[in-house]
């Protein structure tokens, strides 16, 4: 990595924009991430801590899918990579599902903490299934999609936006903008925002509860998975490991947007990518998940409510 | 099943359509991740197909469902209830006794077949099934004759007992009868299994009194294993002098990672405790010029009998030499126990006085209802730093600890999942109950530690099965299932420390609703 500021300012300007575009690639695959934790938080008001292994789950699910449909002789790319993405989300939304089944439903009228116990207890069980399944190591895979842009050349510093850089921004965009026409103009989108409001409400206005709280939970696995594809293509290698720490630096992406609101979650994923991906550049790189750490500390303390969310009534 | 006919063909194909459905999904859930397998070549990552595995999981998830719906969730006797019924009080009709007789017999038959066959695996199910209905007629037998004994208290006093006896017992019998008994072994289970027992009640007061959830709590232990360590290497300073320094300094850290959260509440503070507990490591693992980072700090000193070592000789005069006994390495361990035991019950005690206390009754009174507690004119702010700052010093304590036990530290030994074991002892054990965390400490650790252990599960699943692989795989199983099946705990009354009139029973219904 260059030391920015050696010589003129110009050299300093394009490294600090290529940072800038690195921050965003990355800060989209959190906010895909966050999206799962921001609707789940605010339609049953729990942490679901078990997203982000259901992020790597899915991360595995693309790279073994995309291994074998590679076996089986699909070899054009763009092909290969659509019919990963369908099926990753796919599977990926049946693990979602049966996370909530199995974990969350039968706690859902229980105290405040037990979700959060078994949710604890989920992310303990899916990291040691996939350790158990497929092996401890990590998992690397050539890189599938490679070349760029050369944006703007300052010096002897050239500012590039790769290929998967264009892919991970346009993907996120699109499913973005799938997902509010989704919750803005489908039933389904009601029946959540209703949920959200008041459940017991929803429920007495004929809104099934349970498929709706489950189809919540269906769509942030399935948006994880488009996640774990992209994780895996950007960073070309995976672990068992992986959804921990993307996970808290994801939750701290939808607290920072505001919980509970989805633009929200987009724009905290987008401020914590950056944040982090400065701090590497032009800090320490041992230190950057303290960066994200203490910011979602600082996040929580100053501002509860994040950037777009609503404060949150208290009552006694 | 005693409607004849129709209806149990109509329940065996409502049965056989959901498990069916089950089918489905366990094949979608474990086609590719179980189905297939990653290995590293040369060239790159290949796949290699491991239909059998794949066929075995589906099956396990079909059959057993389909067995689940068949006796037990949809049939009008479950087989289940003569089993439950061991554990309780109402009377056994026929059925149970039918069940029962035929489960035992079964287990009789199979121990015999297994012995001719020479299969330990299936001698040790035989016997351990046996065991169980053993354990339940006996239970159910002394509560019949003795049907008013306060058990709880004869529990309590039963296990200070067992735990104050046990190290002297068994190592007077090994001496004297050389029975051969692990007793190294068993020393250093139960000093783990101690370590955990005070840890749980230190988070308890956190967690289960004050009702503040704190997913960072190694971050304490961190702090407090951390100075002594680096006390002792740097200025030779002894265990004794350093245990309440630790304590001291895991305490002031209580409050420094305290007071940011003051305003936070629930989830919310469970994250940003779980961030402090990470920052804390990440810091121990790159502040290499103090910590010495990932390789961690070694050559901690033990501690010593009022100045006396444990060692067959030192510069001065060793414990063995003073009271002119023959040195044995077990006698450093049996200290250690009873330090750590002293320690826990000092855990226990502080506790239970605190809990007499004004500040203990804030705590508790916070945790039921914080707006209610703070227009009562309680200070919440020195409430929950008070709660912070005792729970620091006792996962400190701990943390001294561990850290002259060990011998060696490293961060290694502080990450997230330490948090969420003894979290989930502390709610497992039925938040703020002291004999159900004990309890909890106990099975958890004894079954994380038994899984180490298992000659019989090799010869089950083949010689090349490692159990330590699946360890923490079903602690995860077994901390959902428990929470699923019994959300309040294992012990689920909490009686509160404080009642107006008289003592009054909670009904099961206003528990079950977290009224209670």
Redesign the interface.
């Known amino acids: 990595m260059p030391e920015p500021g050696e010589g003129e300012a110009g050299v300093f300007m394009a490294y600090f924009l290529q940072q800038l575009i690195n921050g965003i690639a990355l800060g989209s695959i959190y906010g895909l991430i966050a999206i799962g934790y921001t609707m789940v ?1 605010g339609i049953i ?3 679901n801590f078990a997203h982000g292994d259901i992020f790597m ?1 899915g991360a ?2 693309a ?3 995309f ?2 449909v590679l ?1 089986i002789g699909i070899t054009m790319i763009p092909l290969a990579l659509l019919i990963v993405l369908v ?1 990753a989300m ?2 990926t939304a ?2 979602g ?2 996370v909530e089944r ?2 969350y439903r ?2 859902r ?6 979700p ?3 949710a ?6 899916l ?9 401890a ?1 990590v ?4 890189p599938v999609i490679t070349g760029g842009f050369e944006f703007f050349k300052q010096g002897d510093f050239t500012v590039i936006i790769s290929n998967i850089q264009i892919l991970i921004v346009a993907t996120t965009l699109v499913l973005m903008g799938v997902f509010w026409l989704i919750i803005s103009r489908t039933a389904l989108g009601r029946a959540q925002r209703a949920c959200e409001q008041d459940r017991l409400m929803a429920s007495l206005s004929g809104v099934d509860v349970d498929r709706t709280i489950s189809l919540t939970f269906v769509i942030g696995a399935a948006l994880a998975a488009v996640a774990g594809l992209l994780y895996l293509l950007y960073y070309g290698v995976i672990d068992f490991y992986i959804g ?1 720490i993307v996970g ?1 630096k994801a ?1 701290t992406a939808a ?1 920072f947007g505001g919980i509970g609101s989805l633009p929200g979650a987009m724009l905290g994923g987008l401020v914590i990518g950056l944040i982090e991906t400065f701090w590497s550049a032009y800090f ?1 790189i ?2 950057k ?2 960066a994200a ?2 910011m ?2 600082i996040v ?2 100053f501002f ?1 409510t994040g950037l777009l969310g609503r404060p949150e009534v ?3 | 099943m005693a409607e004849p006919g129709t209806s149990f063909g109509q329940g065996l194909k409502s049965a056989l359509t959901d498990s069916l459905l089950a089918g489905i999904i366990a094949f979608a859930l474990f086609s590719l991740v179980l189905g297939l397998r990653t290995v590293d070549n040369v060239t790159g990552l290949t796949l290699r197909p491991r239909p059998m595995l794949l066929l075995v999981a589906v099956g396990i998830v079909f059959f057993g469902r389909l067995l689940l719906n068949l006796f037990v969730w949809q049939a009008e006797h479950p087989l289940t209830t003569p089993f439950a019924k061991l554990f309780r009080r109402d009377p056994f009709d026929k059925r149970d006794v039918v069940v029962l007789g035929a489960t035992a017999l079964l287990a009789v038959a199979g121990f015999i077949l297994a012995a001719l066959l020479d299969a330990p695996a299936y001698e040790l199910i035989g016997v351990a099934v046996l065991v169980f209905i053993g354990l339940g007629l006996l239970r159910r037998a002394v509560v019949h004759m003795f049907p008013n004994l306060p058990w709880g208290r004869i529990f309590v006093v039963g296990g200070i007992l067992f735990a104050l006896f046990f190290p002297l017992t068994t190592f007077g019998l090994e001496k004297a009868f050389h029975l051969g008994l692990p007793l190294r072994y068993w020393f250093d289970l139960a000093i783990l299994v101690l370590t955990y027992v005070m840890l749980g009640w230190g988070l308890n007061i956190v967690v289960g009194l004050a009702g503040l959830l704190d997913l960072g709590y190694v971050a304490f232990y961190a702090v407090g294993a951390y100075t002594f360590a680096l006390l002792a290497t740097h200025f030779g300073l002894g265990f004794w002098l350093c245990l309440p320094i630790a304590g001291f300094a895991a305490a002031l850290w209580g409050v420094i990672l305290g007071f940011p959260v003051l305003r936070l509440r629930g989830d919310y503070l469970a994250i940003v405790t779980l961030a402090f507990g990470e920052i804390v490591r990440i810091i121990l693992l790159n502040w290499t010029e103090v910590t010495n980072g990932p390789n961690g700090i070694s050559s901690i000193p033990k501690p010593t009998f009022f100045g006396l070592p444990f060692a067959p000789f030192a510069g001065g005069t060793t414990f063995s030499q003073f009271f002119g006994i023959k040195y044995d390495p077990l006698q450093g361990i049996i200290f250690l126990y009873y330090v750590i035991l002293a320690l826990a019950f000092l855990t226990n005690l502080v506790t239970l006085r605190l809990r007499r206390l004004p500040i203990g009754r804030a705590w508790e009174a916070m945790r039921e209802d914080e707006i209610a507690c703070r227009s009562l004119g309680i200070n919440t702010t020195i409430t929950k730093l008070t709660a912070f700052a005792t729970g620091a010093m006792f996962g400190g304590l701990a943390g001294s600890f561990f850290a002259t036990r060990q011998g060696f530290i490293s961060p290694e030994s502080f990450t997230f999942i330490e948090s969420a074991i003894i979290l989930a002892i502390v709610v497992l054990g039925g938040m703020g109950s002291q004999l159900g965390v004990a309890i909890a400490a106990v099975v958890m650790v004894g079954g994380f530690e038994a899984l180490r252990h298992t000659e019989g599960l090799q010869s089950f699943f083949g010689a090349g099965f490692d159990p330590a692989l699946y360890r923490m795989l079903l602690f995860g199983i077994a901390m959902v299932g428990i929470m699923v099946w019994r959300p309040r705990g294992i012990i689920a009354s909490r009686s509160p420390s404080i009642v107006l009139d008289k003592t009054r029973a909670v009904a099961p219904e206003l528990v079950e609703q977290g009224r209670a």
């Open positions: 938080y008001g729990m942490i789950v595995f699910i790279l073994i899918a291994l074998a076996s099926v796919l599977l049946v693990w599902w049966t199995v974990a039968p706690l009228e229980s105290f405040r903490l037990a959060l116990i078994t604890i207890g989920m992310s303990i069980v990291q040691n299934f996939i350790q158990v399944s497929q092996g190591r998992k690397p895979l050539q921990f808290i939750f607290v320490t041992e230190y998940d303290v750490f203490s979602l500390a929580l303390i509860p208290e009552k006694v």
